[in-house]
């Protein structure tokens, strides 16, 4: 294993491992945070340090990996939009999360109209799973071509 191989493997594990402590936040928060006595705000503040982690690592691990796997010459145009749609996905949340943090999120969720569930904690976590089996496939994919 030479180094640029080392690099590769801590990027994918702390990868897998941020976005796994992510996810699992996200449940948590969406099935027992309407029970605690705190507001929304008071619980991201809680968790905030260890969402920017996870941010900051699921950023910049997926920019290490992305360069990787494009710079390959076996780059399927699936491979590519679904790349491109876990991106979407991806900094949809990271903005979600931004917006959890100001005051004017639970104004905004609160507003019912025919998009406000592209801001509810529900899609948080699908977008999350989704986000996870979109990877999967993104792997299967790689897989198969070598």
């Known amino acids: 294993m030479n180094f640029l191989d080392a690099i590769l493997l801590i990027s994918k594990f702390l990868h897998a491992?941020?976005?796994?402590?992510?996810?699992?936040?996200?449940?948590?928060?969406?099935?027992y945070g309407k029970h605690v006595n705190q507001s929304w705000k008071d619980l991201g503040f809680?968790?905030?340090?260890?969402?920017?982690?996870?941010?900051?690592?699921?950023?910049?691990?997926?920019?290490i990996l992305s360069i990787e796997r494009l710079?390959?010459?076996?780059?399927s145009t699936t491979y590519i939009i679904l790349l491109a749609l876990k991106?979407?996905?991806?900094?949809?949340?990271?903005?979600?999360?931004?917006?959890?943090?100001?005051?004017?999120?639970?104004?905004l969720i609160n507003t019912?109209?025919?998009?406000?569930?592209?801001?509810?904690?529900?899609?948080?976590?699908?977008?999350?799973?989704?986000?996870?089996?979109?990877?999967?496939i993104l792997s299967t994919l790689i897989e198969k071509q070598f």
């Open 112 to 136: 019912k109209n025919k998009f406000s569930w592209v801001f509810s904690y529900t899609f948080f976590v699908i977008s999350g799973v989704l986000i996870f089996f979109i990877a999967e």
């Open 71 to 75: 710079s390959t010459e076996n780059v």
């Open 46 to 63: 809680f968790f905030k340090d260890i969402v920017n982690a996870s941010i900051i690592l699921i950023l910049s691990t997926g920019i």
């Open 17 to 31: 491992v941020s976005a796994s402590v992510w996810l699992g936040g996200s449940i948590i928060l969406l099935l």
């Open 87 to 107: 991106i979407i996905l991806s900094l949809w949340l990271f903005f979600l999360v931004w917006k959890f943090r100001t005051n004017k999120y639970e104004k």
